[in-house]
């Protein structure tokens, strides 16, 4: 008679460590050298990539992670390659009637227009939402120029809450240029 055992271990990986750290399935430790990701230039090549798979893009110059499924890969540059700043989407700002201690949220404003955008506003194969920063407190905020005939900017918080006053109607050569810069 045999009897069988099946056992499952769970443990952790060091390299160049005897103590791998607890929280990690791979713990690679040098203080001379790096981790080497593939190198890769069709993306197309990686067959079914599992969500969250790291390569090297040798095309982009860039440290990609799909960010899509096996299935419909999205391969986003996660290096510092990638813009530091960007124009925030135009929004509306009621210059009809002059007014003190106005607000905007700025961020949420932004979240807003880049979260289920409708079918027919984008392709065919684009998904509802377009990437955007998690958190408010991810990004600075900038008001780069406006016309100062028809405002008075007061503040921006840090969490992109803009405070200002509407000192006269709008024109047709009126402006606002605010920009958001990634920490």
């Known amino acids: 008679m045999m009897a069988m055992a099946s056992i499952t271990l769970y443990a952790q990986v060091g390299i160049n460590t005897s103590s791998p750290d607890q929280s990690a399935v791979l713990d690679v430790t040098s203080t001379s050298k790096g981790v080497l990701l593939p190198r890769i230039s069709n ?3 990686v067959t079914n990539p599992a969500t969250g798979l790291i390569i090297f893009d040798v095309n982009k110059k860039c440290i990609s992670q799909n ?13 510092p390659y990638v813009s530091k700043f960007f124009y925030m989407p135009s929004i509306v700002f009621d210059t009809t009637t002059t007014s003190t201690g106005q607000t905007k949220d700025l961020y949420t404003l932004y979240k807003n227009q880049f979260s289920n955008v409708p079918t027919n506003a984008r392709s065919a194969s684009a998904p509802a939402s377009i990437p955007f920063f998690p958190n408010a407190t991810d990004l600075y905020y900038y008001v780069t ?7 008075k900017i007061n503040s921006v918080s840090s969490t992109g809450v803009l405070n200002y006053d509407v000192l006269s109607n709008a024109t047709s050569a009126s402006f606002i240029n605010i920009v958001f810069v990634v920490k």
Not at 67 to 79: E, I, K
Not at 145 to 151: E, K, L, Q, R
């Open 67 to 79: 960010v899509g499924t096996p299935a419909t890969p999205d391969w986003t540059c996660l290096s």
């Open 145 to 151: 120029g406006y016309d100062t005939s028809v405002f």
């Open 43 to 45: 993306l197309s090549s």
